[in-house]
Nanobody, 119 residues
Framework: QVQLVESGGGLAQAGGSLRLSCAAS????????MGWFRQTPGKEREFVAS????????YYADSVKGRFTISRDNAKNTVYLQMNSLKPEDTAVYYC????????????WGQGTQVTVSS
């Protein structure tokens, strides 16, 4: 099992940037697929991006492709989400997730980190 703590959220202006971090504990981090999801009030949580254990394969939601970059540092047990060209519609609570694959995620969610983008 992997325990996850998200950080790095905050307030940004449209067009600005933020970098989210997700610190993981547990022996399986380096072998886990990692992902970022986000949720706004009244909406279902949605997939944002994922990265395989080696960092060689990434996937993005169409809404963030070209603006967000997911990366990981297995030596630091940390996964990152670099968010550029932010839009007000990126406002959400962002969560990271670990799993065996992009369709097999471990249960449970962390506390998330709030991202607010002003226009």
């Amino acid at each position: 099992q992997v325990q996850l703590v998200e950080s790095g959220g905050g307030l940004a202006q449209a067009g600005g940037s933020l970098r989210l971090s997700c610190a993981a504990s547990g022996r399986t981090f380096s072998r886990s697929v990692m992902g970022w999801f986000r949720q706004t009030p009244g909406k279902e949580r949605e997939f944002v991006a994922s990265i395989d254990w080696s960092g060689g394969t990434t996937y993005y939601a169409d809404s963030v492709k070209g603006r967000f970059t997911i990366s990981r540092d297995n030596a630091k047990n940390t996964v990152y989400l670099q968010m550029n060209s932010l839009k007000p519609e990126d406002t959400a609570v962002y969560y990271c997730k670990a799993g065996l694959s992009g369709s097999l995620w471990f249960p449970g969610w962390g506390q998330g980190t709030q991202v607010t983008v002003s226009s």
